[in-house]
């Protein structure tokens, strides 16, 4: 079930109905709990069976650890999640990734073995609801929650239908604490929360899908060798469309869940006004960055233990964030750029620290700029499909087809060069600001306008609409 499709409308507005017609909060919280696994179970049935064998074995898990003290125990039960949830995860996701990268490794050494192809079907949405659940077990051994006494709660933080697929990563310590008590009506959040669905479903089905999508996908799709202009415009084409994508699933996913009275964090902050890496990270993918952050970089001694340390666990960190996204090396290789870039920012501010220039404004528009250009090299090993493809785009980005092939029209130059530099100007004008803050300055009947004509734009430019980038993840 996709959020932009008729089929959720009519899920979303009939579980809303029933929602907001219940006196009681357990009935409520069944409701949803209901809904969450008919959402999910529209996919493939049988998958929501794996979905709940995760989420019950964490609330095992947790509550073991929650009655002992000793270290060695909690860790044992700990090591036990960690160690279920990435196998499943490593299984469904990376199985035939591993078993190839194998049997190259014994070619190399002489050995033929084919082994059979693992007809194995990838659960959607199981990247992010294996951190959903597995931030609930590392959550209580690092001692900043307790475990929940309700099965029905914990299943409901892990499978909630606005972020259960694609994100936000929500987890279980600032979800649960919203099932303590029923959130009362407020109009205010109720309309808020429906603009932000509009504003979602705008940014995916028109910006990404319909201005953006076909350019990106005729140039990492051609192959031949193209001119500077096109491969350009392609890259920049495809980083306008997964930020209006994936951005436009989080914003419909806090929209959704405001309409029900709940709250979830902002995944995205403008990103593409960064200034730096370090920047751009806590700007993209938020709730991915500081998973990651919280529960690999400092357990792995994050800067405590110097520099040259601090540099490796970023490199690290970012490798498994690029595995994370795909079982490609293309993906390892966009991680470890990252890394790369991060490590590279920290030995720079180490070497030119306070230094006043570095506010100066010129400066700071080179320091953008570096960043957004860095950001679209990495892009087109994320978008790529082979390495063979990334290299061949990167030539024309770079100049090495003097005699490349130009297979963009002017309109879609146009079109990408218009959406990309009202999408640039957006994000610097906000960057240090929230959307609410931003929204909440604009007259009304402004609000009102903008709103009818994203929610018109919809409707006329429905059929172009795809499934959501990060679902594969």
Known sequence: MLFNSLTFVVFFAVV?????????WNARKNLLLLASYLFYGAWNPPFAALLFATTAMDFYLGRKM????????????????????LSMLGFFKYGNFLLENFTWVLARGGIAYKPPHLDVFLPIGISFYTFHSLSYTLDIYRGVMQPTRSLRDFTLAVSFFPQLVAGPIVRAGDFLPQLEAPPKPHEGRFLWGLLLMTLGLFEKIVLADTLLAGSADRVFGYAGPLVALDSWTGV??????????????????IGAALCLGFHLKDNFRFPYAALGFSDFWRRWHISLSTFLRDYLYIPLGGNRLGAARAMVNLIVVMFIGGLWHGAAWTFVVWGLLHGSYLA???????VFQEAAWVENIAVKFLIGLATYVAVLIAWVYFRASSFEAAGRLLG???GR?????AILSTRELLQVGIVTLFLLLAHWALRDISLETAVSRLPRWLVTMAWFLMAAAIILTQGNSNAFIYFQF
């Open 396 to 398: 024309g980005m770079f």
């Open 236 to 253: 920049i084409a495809f980083a306008g469309q997964i930020f209006f994508d994936f951005a436009g699933y989080s914003i419909c996913a």
């Open 401 to 405: 087809h003097v005699t490349g092939d």
């Open 344 to 350: 590279l920012e920290r030995l720079l501010k180490a």
């Open 16 to 24: 809303l109905s029933f929602y907001w017609s219940m006196r009681s």
């Open 66 to 85: 929650g009655k002992v003290r000793e270290p060695v125990q909690r860790r044992v039960w700990l090591v036990i999640s960690v160690a279920v949830n």
